[in-house]
């Protein structure tokens, strides 16, 4: 027996493969024709413990210690050096976890569940950790240690009834078995939830008959479980409302927005396999094998489903990098539940009816073969399996949530606006809890659907080479703008819209296709090779850094005149109608005061003859710029004289800052962050040190001319947590976001004003 507890201790001891060591043992059982790992008898054992001890002289070019001091030490140094594994690192990387913290490690005298069947281990939550029911839930396993259960190779027991399913229902409970103990272990889960007002994560082993509780901890949990359990124990006045906003991560309020399988849609297919519902919401992919296919595929942008028979510490990154996880192995606390619960993957364990070879790339199951590359969708709330792709809808709407958000409005300080391209944008970000929008791009109104007629106005307008070719481009280019605004305004009555005058590099929309180009040159009555001499003329080096935003309106005024009239146009129509409008017009790419100046002498003169037209004294609009180029930051107090609010362009100011050219970074971020120079993607969360200390000075530059001033951002940070909390400690008075992250930047807020409190 000594012998064998050398060899489980040894994997761990010397950081050796797992792998290798566990298929010595598959391939042991196989031989023998064992179903189990405790069919092994102890001369299996005993041969096993010689085939590891030569594994040890080949992998370490030593033998296996016999000295109990020399295991424990080698066994410390394994733990502290697993700081530093490739999976180690790959899990605080997507978990934003520090390099610098460290490992501890514990060192306890152990208890043995293996000793028989009077001896046993398990895990269990004091609540159900997919659903959040108030139900003490866990899995057991008789004569066996604490990695069998979570290691997904056995089927574990259920702890009590609330605890069966399809896997485990023909076998017994600990309550049916072990009544006493059971009641033991019931009563220190009361105990532990009543002293800690939270969800544990708990691992007892009983040795000879008796208890032993070895830990516990908060336990992992899908974003549903973490929004029930919050609201729960907040109606159970466990808790009180501040914590239960604090109790719903913004990542696990990002899950329950994410899309399921259209129940609908789902009826007209068939179950091919069911598991346990491991990670909530649907997905659908194609299906690959290992972790290396499904970061492959998710770097080109596909979406896949990781078939395995069981997951691994080493398929982390597969794990992260897939669309949904299945298993032919594994209960509701075997490894790869535990972690998708964690980042609210979608995910189903112990779909027992899976024969997977990852040698071959197939899957069987009823007769049929799955190969990779097979499409199939996965209900991770259900713990279904569907061959082909069944349509996803929205799951937002839960009343629940609905109470949730409410309660966090009620303690942020922050304004949540939204970015919109559209007014179908504009309305969904409404539908989501958006205060206003806080920055309506006007170009993107020449992509996608209904695009044509007013991208090809746009054409002309680019191309001519006459003001006289471009005031008319512009006057047919005017109403195409003027509806859009119009919609716009009409979704966000009442609520403020921030419109950025044009500002994309103009060279991005002049088409390169021989037919386009001709049906430009008829449009404006010159040759093809003119259209071609235009378009070169155009060109530029660096356009992020040229001819873009106010630049545009200062060498074509009459581009910004167009916008600024089909702004203020819109707006007088429709408070003539009754509908109330805030229009915000904000000028991009300032660098310097004289450059607003210039653009405020264009907007006065328009206001003035958009007034008189609707016969008005006069029109209510604010007028600002985006803060996006350090010298602009550096310059707030001048900026701030001219401007009636501020908004932080971050993808640009970013991308100014450190000189990375924002659409190129991804060849060689990845060796930054790697190479651990930089802590994170700055253009995901906002570089508190760098952009971060311009946004201080800019904060505090523009409020030293005008206290109440009005400032926000609008750069894609608006949705990340970090970077809102950010903006809470700068007095932002708002930050924007795209309308599907709005809930998300809602509660990040509520979290970073709580979390603040003096």
């Not at 192995?329 to 972690?339: C, D, E, I, K, P």
């Not at 930050?735 to 998300?744: E, L, Q």
């Amino acid at each position: 027996m000594r012998k064998v507890l050398q060899f489980i201790g040894a994997k761990f001891f010397y950081n050796l493969d797992k792998k290798t060591l566990a298929q010595m043992e598959t391939e042991l059982k196989e031989k023998r024709g064992y179903a189990s790992d405790t069919d092994l008898t102890v001369d299996d054992l005993k041969l096993l413990c010689d085939q590891f001890k030569i594994q040890i002289r080949k992998t370490l070019k030593k033998e296996f210690p016999d000295d109990a001091m020399a295991q424990l030490w080698g066994g410390v140094g394994a733990v502290l050096k697993s700081w530093n594994g490739k999976k180690a690192v790959s899990y605080r990387r997507i978990e934003g976890i520090p390099d610098e913290w460290g490992t501890a490690v514990n060192v306890q005298s152990m208890v043995f569940g293996n000793m028989g069947d009077t001896s046993a281990t398990g895990v269990a939550f004091t609540r159900d950790p997919a659903t959040g029911d108030n139900k003490f839930y866990g899995e057991w396993l008789v004569n066996a240690q604490g990695e069998d259960v979570v290691a997904g190779t056995r089927t574990p027991n259920p702890l009590n009834n609330d605890t069966r399913n399809e896997q485990n229902k023909a076998l017994k409970s600990m309550e049916e078995l072990y009544p006493e103990l059971y009641r033991q272990l019931f009563d220190i889960r009361c105990k532990l939830e009543a002293h800690y007002h939270d969800m544990l994560d708990i691992e007892f082993t009983i040795q000879e008959g008796k208890l032993f509780m070895l830990q516990c901890r908060v336990g992992k949990r899908t974003g549903t479980a973490a929004l029930n359990m919050a609201m729960d124990m907040l109606g159970e006045k466990m808790i009180d409302e501040k914590t239960a906003v604090m109790r719903v991560s913004p990542a696990q309020l990002d899950e329950l927005l994410h899309p399921i399988l259209d129940p609908k849609a789902e009826k007209k297919f068939e179950v091919i396999a069911k598991g346990l519902p491991a990670g909530p919401g649907g997905a659908v992919g194609r299906i690959v094998f290992n972790s290396e296919e499904a970061v492959a595929a998710a770097k080109k942008g596909e979406s896949v489903i990781m078939v395995r028979e069981e997951t691994n510490p080493e398929d982390v990154e597969g794990m992260r990098a897939a669309t949904g996880i299945l298993t032919a192995r594994g209960g509701m606390t075997s490894h790869a539940a535990l972690v998708c619960r964690g980042w609210g993957k979608c995910c189903i364990v112990g779909a027992g009816a899976l024969e997977i070879s990852e040698a071959a790339h197939t899957m069987k199951v009823g007769g049929k073969v799955y190969k990779a590359g097979d499409v199939i969708s996965i209900n991770g709330t259900r713990g279904y399996v569907y061959a082909g792709a069944v349509a996803m809808m929205d799951s937002s709407e839960n009343p629940k949530l609905q109470h949730f958000m409410k309660l966090a409005d009620k303690f942020r300080k922050l304004g949540v606006r939204a970015n919109a391209d559209n007014p179908a944008d504009a309305e969904t970000a409404r539908r989501f809890g958006a205060e206003g929008i806080g920055l309506f791009r006007t170009e993107h109104m020449f992509y996608g659907k209904n695009s044509e007629k007013p991208l090809f106005a746009l054409r002309k307008m680019i191309l001519s080479t006459t003001v006289e070719e471009r005031v008319k481009a512009v006057k047919e280019l005017f109403t195409f703008v003027k509806k859009d605004i119009k919609n716009t305004l009409t979704a966000m009555e009442g609520l403020p819209v921030t419109f950025r005058l044009l500002d994309p590099p103009l060279h991005e929309f002049v088409p390169s296709a021989k037919e386009a180009r001709q049906e430009l040159a008829r449009a404006l009555g010159i040759r093809l090779a003119d259209i071609a001499k235009r378009a070169e003329g155009l060109h530029e080096t660096n356009p992020m850094m040229g001819h873009r935003g106010v630049r545009l309106g200062i060498t074509y005024p009459e581009v910004s005149e167009m916008q600024m009239r089909a702004i203020l146009e819109a707006a007088a129509e429709l408070e003539r109608d009754g509908v109330k409008c805030k229009p915000e017009i904000m000028i991009p790419v300032t660098c310097d005061v004289a450059e607003i100046k210039f653009q405020k002498g264009l907007l006065a003169k328009v206001a003035a003859e958009v007034a008189k037209k609707f016969k008005l004294e006069k029109l209510d609009y604010l007028v600002g710029t985006m803060i996006e180029i350090p010298r602009a930051a550096l310059l707030a107090d001048e900026m701030a004289a001219e401007a009636d609010f501020f908004s932080f362009g971050t993808n640009d100011l970013t991308q100014m800052t450190f000189g990375f050219s924002r659409d190129d970074i991804g060849g060689f971020l990845g060796d930054y962050l790697d190479k651990k120079l930089l802590a994170a993607d700055p253009f995901q969360t906002i570089d508190q040190k760098g952009v971060g200390k311009l946004i201080d000075i800019a904060v505090k530059g523009g409020r030293s001319v005008k206290p109440k001033l009005k400032i926000g951002i609008c750069g894609e940070q608006g949705g990340e947590a970090k970077s809102v909390e950010f903006c809470h400690r700068e007095g932002l008075n708002y930050v924007s976001c795209s309308p599907f992250r709005v809930p998300i930047a809602r509660l990040a807020a509520a979290q970073a004003a709580i979390a603040n409190e003096k």
